[in-house]
């Protein structure tokens, strides 16, 4: 048997690597969150554009795509992310996950979204009436693997609970997402190293269901 040439399967990986690095977003952090705002702005008044959302586009990112931000949210039907911060195809790299709670499969999608695909923008993203976090504040026990989730979510509660809020969903829903801001900053290797060079802006934000509006963390 002739032994196996890895430089024939490493070689394409690095210069797949290589080529999209140099693709990375021209944006600011700043300009990619000035760009969500407005298109929520837009959301929110019903005056919604619909960019990126015609056949064009649709060949255009067939050959590649450059998100300009990266949203990490909840897996919600009501919160659909391109449609609330009224983008297009290719404009949003999204991670969805109950009460964005994030684990390995989600650090690497976020860091291949870093470092791959060029976002220098991260948001944080929870929302109203979140039914993760409310099975967190009230319910002592959940069935199967959902308690995974609500395990991830409870420090976020006691947290909040510290603070002794008038709502205290309301303030764990905010906490929670606080944390999980923290928590990717401090994610080493790739994250940390970019947050502590500027390349890279983690922030926080909720969606209001009712408004439609999100109010971004300072």
Known sequence: ????????????????????????SKSTPAQALQWLKEGNIRFAKGQSAKPHQDVNRLKEVAQGQNPFATIVGCSDSRVPNEIIFDQGLGDLFIVRTAGQVSTFASWGSIEFAEEILGTNLIVVMGHTKCGAVTAAVNL????????????????????????????????????????????LKDLEPVLAKRVREGSLMIIGAVYDLNTGLVEFFE
Do not use: W
């Not at 196996?4 to 690095?21: G, Q």
């Not at 509660?157 to 829903?173: F, G, N, Y």
């Open 1 to 24: 048997m002739k032994p196996i040439n890895y430089l024939f399967i490493i070689l394409p990986i690095v210069c797949f690597t290589a080529t999209h690095a140099q693709q990375k």
């Open 140 to 183: 002592p026990e959940v069935p199967g693997h959902i308690v995974t989730l609500i395990n991830a979510i409870k420090p976020a509660v006691e947290k909040a609970r510290e603070k002794k809020p008038d709502h205290l969903v309301d303030e764990s829903i905010r906490e929670n997402v606080r944390m999980q801001v923290q928590q």
